[in-house]
């Protein structure tokens, strides 16, 4: 029988306990008609794979490491249902989320769901109020704007749903994309520019790691600024971005209140240099390497 949805997730060196998080998430989802297509990018570790026991589950394994793009294609090619939706390693999945997947795809072509950072610690909690990964606690329409009618013009790869047909007709994620970060902006603008509308569904939710060291804060947004040095080359043109971030970060003041609104205003001033500095230390690569573009 044909899985109602086919759960793709790219994988590499993943954290046996976050693994296991995931998996248990996925064992107690409402809809129970799925399958999970698991995709290991090369692991010199894949000993956290021993909690996998269900029949749904597959684990296919890259011959080396191609990053999370191509794991997501691979993922999706090998995928049977005509519904695909693109999770981590590091997310837990609501009870609920596959069946809010498969009701609401049927009515539209790519939906974006609800990304909730799970905090735990106060550092953790300001990284969240600045809406990332996904919309972190500030929430994902006060990062990317939604209409009226509930639709936007981007989304992340951690809750993102797809009919399969019009994944493939987009091109897929673009594998030459040398980040980890990024490759679902410029498919969501592909899609835009495409005629498709990305539908926001709050219901379906997934909750993400928090961001809970200062070191691994800022190594995150030194590749997101390599990332977006990239998205600038593949988009050329980004609109009103600039605008749109100074609006993200009001939400996120605002969001702050009292007590956080310190901390908050230091990382996004820490998140502004860094991915500066990341575009910088990108675009020098690329010169002195232009091979490697």
């Known amino acids: 029988m044909i899985p109602s949805v086919s759960v793709v997730i790219p994988s590499y060196n993943p954290k046996t306990s976050l693994l296991r998080e995931l998996y248990d998430s996925l064992l107690s989802q409402s809809l129970g008609d799925f ?22 589950f597959r684990i296919l394994y890259q011959g080396r490491n191609h990053g999370p793009a191509a794991c997501r294609n691979r993922g999706a090619r090998a995928a049977e249902s005509e519904f695909l939706f693109f999770t981590d390693t590091d997310c837990v999945l609501d009870p609920d989320a596959l069946k809010q997947v498969v009701d609401n795809l049927y009515g539209g072509a790519i939906l974006m769901g609800n990304t909730i950072t799970r905090v735990r610690t106060p550092f953790g909690r300001a990284v969240a109020l600045l809406g990332f990964p996904g919309g972190g606690i500030l929430g994902f329409d006060k990062v ?148 490697k573009s």
């Not at 860094?274 to 675009?283: K, N």
Request: glycine share 8%; charged share 25%; net charge positive.
């Open 144 to 291: 990317w704007r939604v209409d009226e009618e509930g639709y936007t013009n981007s989304f992340s790869s951690c809750a993102l749903a797809f009919r399969k047909v019009v994944f493939e007709t987009l091109g897929e994620f673009d594998e030459t994309f040398p980040v980890a970060g990024g490759e679902d902006t410029v498919l969501a603008r592909q899609a835009v520019l495409a005629g498709c509308r990305i539908r926001y569904v709050p219901a379906i939710r997934v909750f993400h790691v928090e961001k809970g060291d200062l070191c691994g804060f800022l190594r995150w947004q030194l590749t997101r600024g390599r990332g977006n040095y990239h998205i600038k080359k593949r988009v050329d043109k980004v609109g009103g971005y600039l605008k749109l971030r100074f609006w993200t970060f009001k939400n996120s003041l605002r969001a702050a209140g009292p007590r956080y609104f310190l901390p908050v205003g230091a990382l996004i001033v820490l998140s502004v240099a860094f991915q500066l500095t990341g575009m910088l230390l990108e675009a020098r690569r690329i010169n002195h390497h232009p091979h």
């Open 35 to 56: 399958e999970v297509i698991l995709v290991d990018d090369a692991s010199s570790d894949v000993s956290a794979y021993a909690c996998i026991q269900d029949k749904r």
